[in-house]
């Protein structure tokens, strides 16, 4: 299972052909052709290309996250966090007339700091983080409802959101830019030193501490990394729905961890690709989307997806599992 | 009938390998109705793995066990409770959450109407811990509170209110006082007395000698003697049977001449180094080139020195020294840093990475040396490394995408050893180098160290083998009591004078 | 003996809960009106009888974030039962039920499949609230229970509820059970130490799986109770009603490493939780600020346990 670990020098073990690794692409690609030969309109460029605008939002949640999972951490605040960057938009163009460029840095930088407190309550008390950030869920959430009813679905001016409607060579560029930060992930993730450790994290902290790594630290600022681009995430949707809405975020963590863990990650740490969570991630609006063109209602949308997380988790216990 | 009486329980032809370990071959012995029977030996010698097969923890490969001339067959806690076998852990199995009561009476036998009647669970357990001489301890109160001793006696008293015929206790110890010792010491006699069968382990001489009725020595996995404990019987001979190994054709060459250079550098060293109740104020000094090694029986704290030394446990007190730079603070970072590394005692807890190909477990502490831009890590020199390492100490692999995992424990130990050696360190410091691995690993690694020492490498190693420390030190520091009790150059070494040490504190053969 | 008192582990919720109540009923006139203490009983009781199988899981260790989703379940079933024209005692039968099959899920997924309880639970919170909703119709809410349903959760005795009065009954019988038998006892047991209790014969996996049956059933049955009280089913029962009861078992001497823990803890708790809401009500502040205000304890709750679970184990030289 040498494919989910990064780069290696070495030649792969011979006749072993890794299911794991694959499975996220056989998945999605049977899913894709299910529907483009049972549904009419699916596969039309402007359904995909809308389903991938969709996804480009989303996937923001999922670096952090992916990252986090690597090291065996599970951060489930990052859908309010995705929430919070709509909310703050909103708090900072309509209440303090910023113009978007500030707003959104600025959204970044104040999530950023929540997940910079949360990696350090994690880490120097040792606590689950799945607990600490359950709670951050919480207070966040709550914040975010507090400040969008007092926009009272007020529309952010044209002149802010127009910049998420750009097109180059025909796609919405934050298509681009998933594409692109999923990319450089993948290479920093299996090249370089500062994102390589990350398995040697997951795979034994206590070795990683003994030779000497800052473990801790890393940790940190994955958590900080995480909320930041949740919230940058939340911020381009909010100027797509051009009004900052509660729905925003909703529900997205368990998305975001069925993607992952469907796109090989392991909650024990040490496995996991930022490309084949972006897979993950489409794999399950592509589901959304096609169970919705089936009609299915969407809270039996809610019970399948449901069931497929737990479905993938058991199979992460039993493949990868330590088993408690 | 004496020998209904004498094979009680009756051990014969036990074999028991770990991988390519043998923890056990062949062991036979028995043991009679309503002794105290001590099993004794150096760590590893054995006697963990046999009490554990007693105690129905883990099955044997072959061989039998019969009580009173029945074989058992399943071995399982419960089945063993059922045949009235019970064990005392060294790690204690209570609940601190609990109170002493309850752990004393964990089924909670006392009912009025099917509610659990409290007043009599705490009269009982009074009663129970009054036998004991334990007055101090309240039954109401949470076992957390009760200190580490006092624990011990709660568990013990579990196992004696289910009435067993057997009990088998393994350091108990090892946590306590003299005091404390003393009272646990005259309840077993009592219980004896009262017709209970006692199976012992234990490394304090002294009290071996006080309550034993026999005592088995254990060696390496095999049976070496069972002995009367007559007024005749000394120290002495039980060391002699603890070590007698014959060392003369032994992969083992005793050094006899230290190969440090009597003018080297001093590399390192730990001045006053001390933890409340785990460790004495400790110093130690090392220089280029040097070997120094570390003996002690479990619980002398040589476990703790060595965690101490390099931060992963905290210290109250002390400093350390690394070529002539003072360093307060103490963690894995700084040592890191100072070329200082740590060979771990415990591969499947803490130094490699299971998972990972053995080029990323190489490159794990130098990943800084082999990044160029952005962090971007050099693959082909890695490789390059990797292949070197592996070529000289000769690991078995099948690709070096092999994972550790996969790996049986000698290669697994030279992997660990790969990446301590790979940052070039001028400091290892080595814990248990060659524990549960076969003969071929072993010898190779004392090898590999050696080497490296001829090269200016200080190396302090901690073991609880000795031909193993008597081979590679240049001197040996003993430990007993959380304390160096002793010092021996290359040249004086004996097995005998080096458990001398460990056991009884002195060397000086007249005993205490 | 004050001092003993004081060692108890009721005792922190206990004088939080005094002393909030103290505090509003300077702040606030209509904190002693009976319009007021109905209110409060109403949301104390379910969410009390929920807190119960909570503390059973936290007392083993282990906890259940999908008791909302249960509850929701149990109320709209209720609804879709009395639609089909179920009488009153096949209602709440089929609704108990329904919750028991929903615990045993659970169960199954975490004790014997062996999956992380906080992710199987959410799963399942989040599958339940699915299937709960596929039952909603926005008629629902317009259509009314039989009259004997209804006094399930309007009638009262003694100026209590009746669901008062059962969740006295849980108390007083869970606090017996937890006590006095040696089931009960076996739960800390498991959570006191896991290994150790295998080792004396217990089986800590059909506990666990029991526990959270139980924990299921409670839920149901907070429910049905709820829903009587309203009269009409809504989509908005027990969303974050899960973290509240954690909070209140955990402020009420729980631990999320296990093995403490009672039944009256759960409750006072609550009760604490519950005058909690009851002050963002009264001084008319914002219902969302709870949520600030609950995931904030959460959080702090989490940081004290962890801080006092990380000394003991240091204290005990294994860091």
Same mark, same amino acid.
């Given at each position: 299972?040498?494919?989910?670990?990064?780069?290696?020098?070495?030649?792969?073990?011979?006749?072993?052909?890794?299911?794991?690794?694959?499975?996220?692409?056989?998945?999605?690609?049977?899913?894709?052709?299910?529907?483009?030969?049972?549904?009419?309109?699916?596969?039309?460029?402007?359904?995909?290309?809308?389903?991938?605008?969709?996804?480009?939002?989303?996937?923001?949640?999922?670096?952090?996250?992916?990252?986090?999972?690597?090291?065996?951490?599970?951060?489930?605040?990052?859908?309010?966090?995705?929430?919070?960057?709509?909310?703050?938009?909103?708090?900072?163009?309509?209440?303090?007339?910023?113009?978007?460029?500030?707003?959104?840095?600025?959204?970044?930088?104040?999530?950023?700091?929540?997940?910079?407190?949360?990696?350090?309550?994690?880490?120097?008390?040792?606590?689950?983080?799945?607990?600490?950030?359950?709670?951050?869920?919480?207070?966040?959430?709550?914040?975010?409802?507090?400040?969008?009813?007092?926009?009272?679905?007020?529309?952010?001016?044209?002149?802010?959101?127009?910049?998420?409607?750009?097109?180059?060579?025909?796609?919405?560029?934050?298509?681009?830019?998933?594409?692109?930060?999923?990319?450089? $992930?993948?290479?920093?993730?299996?090249?370089?030193?500062?994102?390589?450790?990350?398995?040697?994290?997951?795979?034994?902290?206590?070795?990683?501490?003994?030779?000497?790594?800052?473990?801790?630290?890393?940790?940190?600022?994955?958590?900080?990394?995480?909320?930041?681009?949740?919230?940058?995430?939340?911020?381009?949707?909010?100027?797509?729905?051009?009004?900052?809405?509660?729905?925003?975020?909703?529900?997205?963590?368990?998305?975001?961890?069925?993607?992952?863990?469907?796109?090989?990650?392991?909650?024990?740490?040490?496995?996991?690709?930022?490309?084949?969570?972006?897979?993950?991630?489409?794999?399950?609006?592509?589901?959304?989307? #096609?169970?919705?063109?089936?009609?299915?209602?969407?809270?039996?949308?809610?019970?399948?997806?449901?069931?497929?997380?737990?479905?993938?988790?058991?199979?992460?216990?039993?493949?990868?599992?330590?088993?408690? | 009938?004496?020998?209904?009486?004498?094979?009680?329980?009756?051990?014969?032809?036990?074999?028991?390998?770990?991988?390519?370990?043998?923890?056990?071959?062949?062991?036979?012995?028995?043991?009679?109705?309503?002794?105290?029977?001590?099993?004794?030996?150096?760590?590893?010698?054995?006697?963990?793995?046999?009490?554990?097969?007693?105690?129905?923890?883990?099955?044997?490969?072959?061989?039998?066990?019969?009580?009173?001339?029945?074989?058992?067959?399943?071995?399982?806690?419960?089945?063993?409770?059922?045949?009235?076998?019970?064990?005392?852990?060294?790690?204690?199995?209570?609940?601190?959450?609990?109170?002493?009561?309850?752990?004393?009476?964990?089924?909670?036998?006392?009912?009025?109407?099917?509610?659990?009647?409290?007043?009599?669970?705490?009269?009982?357990?009074?009663?129970?811990?009054?036998?004991?001489?334990?007055?101090?301890?309240?039954?109401?109160?949470?076992?957390?509170?009760?200190?580490?001793?006092?624990?011990?006696?709660?568990?013990?008293?579990?196992?004696?209110?289910?009435?067993?015929?057997?009990?088998?206790?393994?350091?108990?110890?090892?946590?306590?006082?003299?005091?404390?010792?003393?009272?646990?010491?005259?309840?077993?006699?009592?219980?004896?007395?009262?017709?209970?069968?006692?199976?012992?382990?234990?490394?304090?001489?002294?009290?071996?000698?006080?309550?034993?009725?026999?005592?088995?020595?254990?060696?390496?996995?095999?049976?070496?003697?069972?002995?009367?404990?007559?007024?005749?019987?000394?120290?002495?001979?039980?060391?002699?049977?603890?070590?007698?190994?014959?060392?003369?054709?032994?992969?083992?060459?005793?050094?006899?001449?230290?190969?440090?250079?009597?003018?080297?550098?001093?590399?390192?060293?730990?001045?006053?180094?001390?933890?409340?109740?785990?460790?004495?104020?400790?110093?130690?000094?090392?220089?280029?080139?040097?070997?120094?090694?570390?003996?002690?029986?479990?619980?002398?704290?040589?476990?703790?020195?060595?965690?101490?030394?390099?931060?992963?446990?905290?210290?109250?007190?002390?400093?350390?020294?690394?070529?002539?730079?003072?360093?307060?603070?103490?963690?894995?970072?700084?040592?890191?840093?100072?070329?200082?590394?740590?060979?771990?005692?415990?591969?499947?807890?803490?130094?490699?990475?299971?998972?990972?190909?053995?080029?990323?477990?190489?490159?794990?502490?130098?990943?800084?040396?082999?990044?160029?831009?952005?962090?971007?890590?050099?693959?082909?020199?890695?490789?390059?490394?990797?292949?070197?390492?592996?070529?000289?100490?000769?690991?078995?692999?099948?690709?070096?995408?092999?994972?550790?995992?996969?790996?049986?424990?000698?290669?697994?130990?030279?992997?660990?050893?790969?990446?301590?050696?790979?940052?070039?360190?001028?400091?290892?410091?080595?814990?248990?180098?060659?524990? #549960?691995?076969?003969?071929?690993?072993?010898?190779?690694?004392?090898?590999?160290?050696?080497?490296?020492?001829?090269?200016?490498?200080?190396?302090?190693?901690?073991?609880?083998?000795?031909?193993?420390?008597?081979?590679?030190?240049?001197?040996?520091?003993?430990?007993?009591?959380?304390?160096?009790?002793?010092?021996?150059?290359?040249?004086?070494?004996?097995?005998?004078?080096?458990?001398?040490?460990?056991?009884?504190?002195?060397?000086?053969?007249?005993?205490? | 003996?004050?001092?003993?008192?004081?060692?108890?582990?009721?005792?922190?919720?206990?004088?939080?809960?005094?002393?909030?109540?103290?505090?509003?009923?300077?702040?606030?006139?209509?904190?002693?009106?009976?319009?007021?203490?109905?209110?409060?009983?109403?949301?104390?009781?379910?969410?009390?009888?929920?807190?119960?199988?909570?503390?059973?899981?936290?007392?083993?260790?282990?906890?259940?974030?999908?008791?909302?989703?249960?509850?929701? +379940?149990?109320?709209?079933?209720?609804?879709?039962?009395?639609?089909?024209?179920?009488?009153?005692?096949?209602?709440?039968? $089929?609704?108990?039920?329904?919750?028991?099959?929903?615990?045993?899920?659970?169960?199954?997924?975490?004790?014997?499949?062996?999956?992380?309880?906080?992710?199987?639970?959410?799963?399942?919170?989040?599958?339940?609230?699915?299937?709960?909703?596929?039952?909603?119709?926005?008629?629902?809410?317009?259509?009314?229970?039989?009259?004997?349903?209804?006094?399930?959760?309007?009638?009262?005795?003694?100026?209590?509820?009746?669901?008062?009065?059962?969740?006295?009954?849980?108390?007083?019988?869970?606090?017996?059970?937890?006590?006095?038998?040696?089931?009960?006892?076996?739960?800390?047991?498991?959570?006191?130490?896991?290994?150790?209790?295998?080792?004396?014969?217990?089986?800590?996996?059909?506990?666990?799986?029991?526990?959270?049956?139980?924990?299921?059933?409670?839920?149901?049955?907070?429910?049905?109770?709820?829903?009587?009280?309203?009269?009409?089913?809504?989509?908005?029962?027990?969303?974050?009603?899960?973290?509240?009861?954690?909070?209140?078992?955990?402020?009420?001497?729980?631990?999320?490493?296990?093995?403490?823990?009672?039944?009256?803890?759960?409750?006072?708790?609550?009760?604490?939780?519950?005058?909690?809401?009851?002050?963002?009500?009264?001084?008319?502040?914002?219902?969302?600020?709870?949520?600030?205000?609950?995931? +904030?304890?959460?959080?702090?709750?989490?940081?004290?346990?962890?801080?006092?679970?990380?000394?003991?184990?240091?204290?005990?030289?294994?860091?």
């Amino acid at each position: 299972m040498t494919a989910n670990t990064g780069r290696t020098l070495a030649v792969r073990e011979k006749g072993k052909i890794n299911l794991g690794s694959w499975l996220i692409l056989f998945l999605t690609a049977a899913l894709f052709v299910f529907l483009a030969l049972t549904r009419k309109n699916f596969y039309t460029y402007s359904n995909i290309h809308s389903i991938l605008y969709e996804v480009s939002f989303s996937f923001f949640a999922a670096v952090g996250f992916t990252l986090l999972i690597i090291m065996g951490e599970l951060d489930l605040s990052v859908g309010s966090l995705f929430g919070l960057g709509g909310a703050l938009m909103g708090l900072f163009i309509f209440n303090h007339r910023l113009p978007v460029e500030a707003a959104i840095p600025l959204a970044m930088a104040l999530a950023a700091v929540i997940g910079f407190a949360a990696g350090l309550l994690v880490t120097a008390f040792r606590l689950n983080s799945m607990m600490v950030t359950i709670g951050v869920m919480m207070a966040v959430k709550g914040y975010n409802w507090i400040q969008i009813q007092k926009f009272g679905g007020r529309q952010i001016p044209r002149a802010q959101w127009n910049f998420i409607t750009v097109e180059l060579f025909g796609v919405k560029w934050t298509i681009l830019a998933m594409l692109a930060t999923a990319l450089l $992930f993948e290479i920093f993730l299996a090249g370089s030193r500062h994102l390589k450790q990350l398995y040697y994290i997951g795979d034994n902290f206590s070795t990683t501490i003994l030779y000497g790594l800052n473990a801790n630290l890393v940790k940190v600022l994955c958590f900080t990394v995480s909320a930041a681009l949740s919230a940058f995430g939340g911020a381009l949707m909010t100027c797509r729905l051009k009004h900052p809405h509660v729905t925003v975020g909703a529900n997205l963590e368990i998305g975001v961890i069925t993607a992952a863990v469907i796109g090989g990650a392991s909650i024990f740490g040490g496995r996991g690709s930022m490309f084949r969570t972006m897979l993950g991630v489409f794999f399950v609006f592509l589901l959304q989307n #096609g169970m919705t063109s089936y009609d299915i209602n969407s809270y039996v949308q809610q019970i399948i997806l449901g069931s497929i997380l737990i479905l993938a988790i058991y199979l992460d216990v039993r493949i990868n599992g330590k088993r408690t | 009938m004496t020998a209904a009486v004498d094979e009680f329980l009756k051990i014969s032809g036990i074999t028991k390998t770990y991988g390519v370990v043998k923890a056990l071959a062949d062991v036979s012995f028995s043991i009679r109705r309503g002794e105290i029977h001590t099993v004794m030996g150096e760590n590893g010698a054995g006697k963990s793995t046999l009490m554990k097969i007693i105690g129905g923890e883990t099955a044997p490969d072959s061989g039998a066990i019969e009580l009173e001339g029945r074989r058992i067959r399943t071995f399982v806690p419960a089945a063993a409770h059922d045949l009235g076998i019970h064990m005392v852990h060294q790690e204690l199995a209570v609940f601190e959450n609990l109170t002493v009561a309850e752990n004393i009476f964990p089924y909670h036998n006392f009912r009025k109407a099917g509610w659990i009647d409290y007043a009599s669970l705490h009269r009982e357990a009074r009663s129970k811990l009054d036998l004991f001489g334990l007055k101090t301890i309240r039954p109401e109160e949470p076992l957390g509170s009760v200190a580490l001793a006092g624990q011990q006696m709660v568990e013990i008293l579990r196992c004696i209110v289910a009435e067993p015929k057997i009990i088998i206790l393994d350091e108990p110890t090892s946590g306590l006082n003299d005091r404390e010792a003393d009272l646990l010491l005259g309840i077993l006699k009592r219980l004896k007395d009262e017709g209970l069968t006692i199976i012992y382990i234990s490394h304090r001489f002294k009290e071996i000698m006080r309550i034993s009725d026999r005592i088995t020595v254990l060696r390496d996995g095999e049976f070496v003697a069972t002995l009367e404990n007559t007024p005749e019987l000394s120290e002495s001979e039980l060391i002699n049977n603890m070590v007698g190994r014959d060392l003369s054709a032994s992969l083992y060459r005793i050094k006899t001449v230290s190969g440090a250079a009597p003018d080297a550098p001093t590399l390192l060293e730990v001045r006053g180094l001390a933890k409340k109740s785990s460790l004495n104020p400790t110093d130690l000094k090392l220089a280029a080139g040097e070997i120094v090694g570390v003996f002690g029986l479990e619980g002398s704290g040589v476990g703790k020195l060595s965690r101490m030394m390099y931060g992963l446990e905290g210290k109250d007190e002390g400093e350390l020294f690394i070529k002539g730079r003072r360093f307060a603070k103490i963690n894995p970072r700084i040592m890191a840093a100072e070329r200082v590394m740590y060979l771990n005692n415990n591969r499947k807890i803490a130094g490699l990475l299971p998972e990972m190909p053995v080029t990323d477990n190489l490159s794990l502490p130098v990943l800084k040396r082999f990044s160029r831009f952005l962090g971007f890590l050099d693959f082909r020199r890695i490789g390059r490394l990797a292949t070197d390492f592996i070529k000289a100490f000769a690991i078995a692999l099948p690709s070096l995408s092999t994972r550790p995992a996969n790996l049986s424990g000698g290669n697994q130990q030279k992997v660990m050893l790969s990446i301590c050696l790979v940052p070039e360190p001028e400091i290892v410091i080595v814990n248990e180098p060659t524990r #549960g691995i076969d003969v071929g690993a072993k010898t190779e690694i004392h090898r590999f160290l050696l080497d490296i020492a001829s090269k200016g490498v200080g190396i302090v190693i901690f073991s609880s083998e000795l031909p193993e420390l008597m081979s590679l030190s240049d001197r040996i520091l003993v430990m007993r009591d959380n304390s160096v009790v002793g010092e021996v150059g290359a040249g004086d070494y004996t097995e005998q004078t080096l458990m001398r040490y460990a056991a009884v504190g002195s060397a000086a053969t007249g005993g205490e | 003996m004050p001092g003993k008192l004081a060692r108890k582990s009721e005792f922190v919720p206990l004088v939080l809960s005094l002393a909030l109540a103290a505090a509003l009923s300077a702040a606030s006139g209509v904190f002693w009106t009976s319009a007021n203490l109905n209110s409060l009983q109403a949301s104390i009781a379910p969410t009390a009888i929920m807190a119960f199988g909570m503390m059973l899981c936290l007392i083993c260790g282990y906890f259940d974030l999908s008791i909302g989703s249960i509850m929701l +379940l149990a109320g709209l079933l209720s609804g879709k039962f009395n639609d089909w024209g179920l009488s009153t005692p096949a209602i709440v039968l $089929f609704v108990l039920l329904a919750g028991l099959a929903v615990g045993c899920l659970n169960g199954f997924l975490v004790a014997v499949l062996g999956i992380n309880a906080l992710i199987a639970t959410i799963g399942v919170q989040y599958i339940g609230y699915g299937f709960a909703m596929t039952l909603w119709d926005r008629n629902m809410q317009h259509r009314k229970f039989p009259g004997d349903f209804i006094a399930m959760g309007d009638g009262q005795f003694l100026g209590m509820y009746y669901m008062t009065w059962v969740m006295l009954a849980i108390l007083v019988g869970l606090g017996f059970f937890l006590k006095y038998t040696l089931s009960g006892r076996r739960l800390y047991y498991v959570g006191g130490n896991r290994e150790a209790s295998r080792l004396i014969g217990f089986n800590d996996r059909r506990i666990v799986f029991l526990c959270y049956a139980a924990t299921g059933l409670l839920a149901a049955l907070a429910g049905v109770l709820a829903v009587a009280r309203i009269q009409s089913p809504t989509q908005y029962m027990g969303g974050g009603v899960h973290m509240t009861c954690m909070i209140a078992c955990v402020i009420g001497g729980g631990s999320f490493a296990g093995g403490k823990g009672s039944a009256l803890g759960a409750a006072l708790g609550v009760t604490f939780m519950s005058l909690l809401t009851n002050m963002f009500n009264l001084l008319e502040m914002n219902t969302q600020l709870q949520n600030v205000v609950v995931g +904030l304890t959460l959080i702090a709750v989490i940081v004290v346990d962890g801080y006092l679970n990380l000394k003991k184990m240091r204290a005990m030289g294994m860091i």
